[in-house]
């Protein structure tokens, strides 16, 4: 039987998603949508999928099996909340909520329920490369990852619609997520440091230098680079005892001609991480038919959310600012099968 859905927000994010889950994946039916732009919902609701004007109300729907929230990030810890509250598996895009008061509320709600309800899309973990890099850390060939570098540059970002603030507390969040996750460990401060300004970027507060003090002693450096121009580029290696470890290019396809020699950049995050959206979405729709949830759990969210907070208060004082995680709940501490 297929799972019935009801998917949250049809901007960009949402419009790919209900695309992916109407023409990729098996399995799984959008019979839902709900946008605060009723006519945005409408155009991109599926043949007979109901459009609703209140997001709660989609979520209380007896058609509705499980959610997929796509709406900005203010309005996902209310939306959570009326998921758990109707034992409904959810997934929800990134930022999971915008605050540390919202992330423990969220997260004491899913304890009361008693089981994980909530995914979180941090689609790297999915990401083929990302997973044959984190192999090779956990195989211990290379001995303990000492260094991590990290680096995220878009081409662009919506002129008015991304701010200063947004590098920090929107794009880190990635970064923090899959640092946490390939190696292991928490992150117990953050350093931010600005250079020179883009002249594209104008106001934007863009590039900036992250520095991520892990729990075990281990450094990572994360770039953002939002106006970098020539395309999506995302890297990562780490530096072990014994050697390193690197993400290929993507994608990994070398021209050579009269014009020399050439690979490809990816115009968007679409584009380079799709295999990693449809395979984060395969495991979620098992995980969710079952009445559950895989993957980045909001223990994981919360983590981001506070790694986020440390970096903006970083950015101001100049300072290590400490990131001081709440002990984590047996829920979230308890092994959860892998979904194939």
């Avoid at 989609?58 to 758990?84: F, M, N, T, Y």
């Avoid at 230098?209 to 002693?217: E, N």
Wanted: hydrophobic share 45%; charged share 25%.
């Amino acid at each position: 039987m297929s799972l019935q859905v009801g998917v949250i927000g049809t901007g960009m994010i949402g419009q790919d998603h209900i695309r992916r889950l109407t023409r990729v994946l098996s399995g799984v039916s959008v019979v839902a949508v709900s946008d605060i732009d009723r006519n945005r919902a409408a155009d991109a609701a599926p043949e007979g999928a109901e459009v609703f004007a209140e997001a709660g109300d989609l979520i209380r729907s007896d058609k509705v099996q499980a959610v997929v929230i796509c709406s900005w990030g203010p309005a996902h810890e209310a939306q959570l909340l009326d998921c758990i509250a109707a034992g409904k598996p959810v997934f929800c895009e990134k930022p999971m909520v915008t605050s540390e008061a919202a992330a423990l509320k969220v997260m004491e709600a899913e304890v009361a329920f008693g089981r994980r309800l909530v995914q979180v899309g941090f689609m790297r973990r999915f990401d083929a490369d990302y997973r044959r890099l984190k192999a090779v850390i956990d195989g211990g060939t290379l001995g303990a990852p000492l260094m991590y570098h990290s680096t995220h540059r878009n081409a662009s970002v919506p002129e008015g619609l991304y701010t200063s603030e947004m590098p920090l507390n929107d794009t880190l969040v990635h970064d923090a997520d899959v640092t946490r996750w390939l190696l292991d460990d928490e992150i117990a401060g953050v350093e931010v440091r600005v250079p020179r300004r883009s002249t594209r970027g104008k106001d934007l507060r863009d590039p900036v230098v992250v520095l991520l003090h892990m729990a075990s002693g281990a450094l990572v450096d994360v770039e953002i680079s939002v106006n970098i121009a020539y395309g999506y580029d995302i890297r990562g290696e780490v530096s072990c005892e014994m050697g390193v470890a690197a993400l290929p290019n993507r994608p990994a396809t070398v021209i050579s001609d009269r014009h020399g020699i050439r690979q490809a950049i990816p115009e968007d995050w679409r584009e380079r991480f799709i295999e990693a959206y449809d395979q984060e979405f395969r495991e979620w729709i098992v995980a969710a038919g079952q009445g559950t949830a895989t993957g980045p759990s909001t223990w994981d969210g919360y983590a981001a959310t506070l790694v986020a907070d440390a970096a903006l208060r970083a950015v101001e004082s100049g300072q290590t600012e400490t990131v001081a995680m709440r002990d984590k709940p047996d829920l979230y501490a308890r092994p959860v099968a892998a979904v194939a």
